[in-house]
């Protein structure tokens, strides 16, 4: 994770100090009106907005110790998404407050600053409506538990509507907590939420949850274009109505380490890849698809199914063939907590 840390004023690089003692363990950059003075930076020692725009893209969390004011008019030419922008935080030089400007819910701001506030004897200043309000954020626990939210316009308008109705939850996976306040068990409606790696809607307009469980199992021909992958992999995601963004890795074998096409895929799709010996797919337990040609040639019966269940439970998807590659799918077990 990485944070950078502003500080405009002698009493605000004190401040400044102190905040960067939270990011303990973080790539920190630390830009103090010290640094400022010394590199040249316009009147008063203040770089122009242009300068923010690089570390906007780089950082996780950005801290301001100054007043919101300065805060807002740097960060204004870059916000974009809150899909994509960083966590902004405001902390005023004598460190009394901490106010999340930016991404409290998505990017973890909220959380943060609270946590900013706590370490520097702050008072934290929340003010998105589902929080203060005590009612379940929905982008917030997606991005705290990593799953992917389907439609940002969904999540807007469940936010706004659980504030004055209960918003139906289905889910695909056990619950193993009681439901978050604002919400209630329910799988049809106007809006509702649902936790799955399907393409499944069961609301007239669902928010989908995807959560990354899912493990792509891949073999391949020799010198395979990333093209044919992508192809073979969409193909198997629309006929099992599997969401791409379900997909945590793409397991397959060490023989396949340095396919280019393969590795390329992965690359275009923010894939981690995991590579097995033979020995150890052979060693795995399971009914799975054999093939004499693919054990004369890795020394394994079958490639894809193993390699995607040495990590998972379940297997969703046996092999399926198409053009060169062989595909897999499956599923880790996982249970919805929502404390």
């Not at 690359?267 to 004369?296: H, I, M, W």
Request: proline fraction near 5%; hydrophobic fraction near 45%; aromatic fraction near 8%.
């Amino acid at each position: 994770m990485k944070a950078a840390v502003f500080a405009y004023s002698r009493q605000g690089c004190k401040t400044a100090r102190r905040v960067m003692t939270y990011f303990a363990g973080w790539e920190v950059r630390a830009f103090t009106m010290e640094r400022f003075e010394e590199e040249g930076f316009g009147p008063l020692g203040r770089p122009s907005q242009h300068f923010y725009g690089p570390l906007f893209q780089w950082a996780d969390t950005m801290v301001f110790v100054g007043s919101c004011g300065i805060a807002v008019r740097e960060i204004a030419p870059h916000v974009k998404s809150k899909l994509t922008d960083p966590a902004v935080i405001a902390v005023d030089e004598l460190a009394t407050f901490a106010i999340p400007l930016l991404s409290g819910h998505i990017g973890g701001g909220n959380e943060l600053a609270a946590g900013l506030a706590a370490h520097l004897g702050a008072t934290p200043v929340i003010t998105t409506a589902t929080d203060i309000n005590r009612k379940f954020s929905v982008d917030a626990w997606a991005a705290g538990q990593g799953l992917y939210l389907d439609s940002l316009d969904a999540a807007k308008r469940v936010s706004a509507r659980i504030l004055e109705e209960p918003v139906p939850l289905a889910s695909d996976y056990p619950l193993a907590s009681p439901l978050p306040g604002g919400t209630v068990k329910g799988d049809f409606g106007e809006l509702g939420i649902c936790i799955s790696c399907r393409t499944r809607k069961p609301f007239d307009e669902t928010l989908l949850l995807v959560p990354p469980l899912l493990h792509l199992g891949v073999g391949c021909r020799r010198g395979i274009s990333a093209e044919a992958i992508e192809a073979a992999f969409s193909q198997v995601c629309g006929e099992n109505g599997i969401h791409p963004k379900a997909f945590k890795e793409l397991d397959s074998i060490d023989l396949k380490a340095q396919e280019e096409g393969l590795l390329e895929f992965c690359e275009r799709r923010g894939l981690p890849a995991r590579f097995y010996s033979a020995r150890e797919l052979k060693a795995l337990a399971g009914d799975f698809t054999p093939s004499d040609r693919v054990l004369q040639v890795t020394g394994v019966d079958n490639v894809c199914e193993r390699a995607a269940m040495m990590s998972a439970e379940n297997l969703l998807v046996k092999k399926t063939a198409a053009n060169g590659v062989t595909i897999a799918v499956a599923e880790e077990h996982w249970e919805v907590r929502f404390e």
